[in-house]
């Protein structure tokens, strides 16, 4: 059985301990520096057994040479795609790849967009651990892949349960209201969801509220088309990311 802790770190970054609670021995995902992710092991008493990184990007993978100083030789997995690009990786896995940690079988999943060889790990307890592609009310900029990869990436997600728990990388949720409510005013979900949502962490996500609520997951629904002006789906999610990138 697995137990998930949430670290912020950085300025508004989090990292993941997946902690087996057979004997605490804990995954580390996406450690973007390493003095709080130790001090969060040690205080309470995990034993990391390896490292998996999303993506490449800084503020996911610089504390993983600390973490390695602190604890010596860990299991480090990422993208085969981010080989020469994440120096500390040593387990290099593909799309469709599994892991095992926790009694559970990981899967790897490709969601390239954000970065071309970006990955996601999917526990079928019900967690999943996005890295950049999706946000509260939002989802990641496309920042090396194309629109369409982004789309299909994050339409992945629309065939999990809603019970899904979404453990993304930034807390952005708040900042993303005004986007959610600019594209669909009388959305009665975003609404309520409004109502319940105060304070950080609003990490992690509920899939099934996501649904409702992100409009990059609802580009299927004639609202959102009609706000775009566009009908094909990967069109949709296009011309929203770009209208995202450019509001204020």
């Known amino acids: 059985m697995i137990n998930v802790h949430v670290i912020p770190i950085l300025e508004d970054n989090y990292c993941f301990l997946v902690e087996n609670t057979a004997d605490q021995s804990a995954v580390i995902i996406d450690p973007g520096e390493s003095a709080g992710v130790i001090a969060a092991l040690e205080?309470?008493?995990?034993?990391?057994?390896?490292?998996?990184?999303?993506?490449?990007?800084?503020?996911?993978?610089?504390?993983?040479?600390?973490?390695?100083?602190?604890?010596?030789?860990?299991?480090?997995?990422?993208?085969?795609?981010?080989?020469?690009?994440?120096a500390q990786l040593n387990h290099f896995v593909h799309p469709g790849d599994t892991l095992e940690f926790g009694g559970e079988t990981v899967k790897v999943l490709g969601v390239p967009g954000h970065t071309i060889s970006h990955i996601?790990?999917?526990?079928?307890?019900?967690?999943?651990?996005?890295?950049?592609?999706?946000?509260?009310?939002?989802?990641?900029?496309?920042?090396?892949?194309?629109?369409?990869?982004?789309?299909?990436?994050?339409?992945?997600?629309?065939?999990?349960?809603?019970?899904?728990?979404?453990?993304?990388g930034h807390e952005y949720t708040l900042n993303n209201r005004k986007w959610a409510q600019y594209v669909d005013p009388d959305n009665v979900d975003v609404q309520q969801r409004i109502g319940l949502e105060t304070d950080?962490?609003?990490?992690?996500?509920?899939?099934?509220?996501?649904?409702?609520t992100n409009h990059f997951l609802r580009c299927t629904d004639?609202?959102?088309?009609?706000?775009?002006?566009?009908?094909?789906?990967?069109?949709?999610?296009?011309?929203?990311?770009?209208?995202?990138?450019?509001?204020?």
């Open 200 to 212: 950080p962490p609003t990490v992690p996500l509920q899939l099934g509220v996501e649904k409702r």
């Open 222 to 248: 004639p609202k959102i088309q009609a706000f775009t002006g566009k009908t094909d789906p990967a069109e949709v999610f296009a011309a929203l990311r770009i209208q995202k990138n450019n509001f204020k």
């Open 120 to 168: 996601a790990f999917y526990f079928p307890s019900g967690h999943l651990f996005s890295g950049d592609l999706l946000f509260g009310y939002s989802c990641g900029a496309v920042f090396e892949g194309t629109m369409e990869q982004m789309y299909h990436s994050v339409s992945q997600l629309l065939e999990m349960p809603d019970s899904t728990q979404v453990y993304c």
């Open 43 to 86: 205080q309470r008493q995990l034993k990391p057994v390896a490292i998996w990184n999303t993506h490449h990007h800084s503020d996911h993978v610089d504390g993983n040479a600390g973490i390695l100083e602190r604890y010596g030789p860990l299991l480090v997995v990422g993208s085969d795609g981010d080989r020469g690009r994440i």
